[in-house]
T-cell receptor, first 113, second 112 residues
Framework: DGGITQSPKYLFRKEGQNVTLSCEQNLNHDAMYWYRQDPGQGLRLIYYSQIVNDFQKGDIAEGYSVSREKKESFPLTVTSAQKNPTAFYLC????????????FGPGTRLTVT | AQSVTQLDSQVPVFEEAPVELRCNYSSSVSVYLFWYVQYPNQGLQLLLKYLSGSTLVKGINGFEAEFNKSQTSFHLRKPSVHISDTAEYFCAVSDTGNQFYFGTGTSLTVIP
């Protein structure tokens, strides 16, 4: 089955620790995206990548970092510089000539205490 | 940048009644429009999309939406809701294609 995998589903960390969220897709999609979802605020774009070894900041990139070493993988690191990291994180992907058709993963709920 | 307004944060409706979830966006330039559904602690699932052509778009699970360019709206409708339609619904807009702008969501609760 083709799809987007995010692991783990729930993640708990202590304040001050960096944490990396996994996103893998086997859809052969070129572009991948990371969104953050907070209650009452919808989704906000953190980073996106259109090709391997290239990525761009979204609206709320501060305190986050990404890498795109392989087409199928786009991990997101939530650093200790992110002031309010507790949120639901969603990964998405799309093919290059249809960026408006995004497919979403199941999400990772990160709780930092 | 676009902005997307979903005027109703919560919509309760009785089972088998019709429902309309409202969505307005900020710009009248060419846009792509979407409605997504999210069940608790899950990702987003595409309900329907408007890219071009007919302004009435039909999606999955009996939902439909109408693109109104003059009113910059893309309201979602269903003539008869089921308990299983209880979920969060997000309207989204994309102009360049690379970036989506999401509304804040509408929580639909279907009452038995």
């Amino acid at each position: 089955d083709g799809g987007i995998t995010q692991s783990p589903k729930y993640l708990f960390r202590k304040e001050g620790q960096n944490v990396t969220l996994s996103c893998e897709q086997n859809l052969n999609h070129d572009a991948m995206y990371w969104y953050r979802q907070d209650p009452g605020q919808g989704l906000r774009l953190i980073y996106y990548s259109q090709i391997v070894n290239d990525f761009q900041k979204g609206d709320i990139a501060e305190g986050y970092s990404v890498s795109r070493e392989k087409k199928e993988s786009f991990p997101l690191t939530v650093t200790s510089a992110q002031k309010n990291p507790t949120a639901f994180y969603l990964c998405a992907s799309s093919i290059e000539d249809k960026p408006h058709e995004q497919y979403f993963g199941p999400g990772t709920r990160l709780t930092v205490t | 940048a676009q902005s997307v307004t979903q005027l109703d944060s919560q919509v309760p409706v009785f089972e088998e009644a019709p429902v309309e979830l409202r969505c307005n966006y900020s710009s009248s330039v060419s846009v792509y429009l979407f409605w997504y559904v999210q069940y608790p602690n899950q990702g987003l699932q595409l309900l329907l999309k408007y890219l071009s052509g007919s302004t009435l778009v039909k999606g999955i699970n009996g939902f439909e939406a109408e693109f109104n360019k003059s009113q910059t709206s893309f309201h979602l409708r269903k003539p008869s809701v089921h308990i299983s339609d209880t979920a969060e619904y997000f309207c989204a807009v994309s102009d360049t294609g690379n970036q989506f702008y999401f509304g804040t969501g509408t929580s639909l609760t279907v009452i038995p």
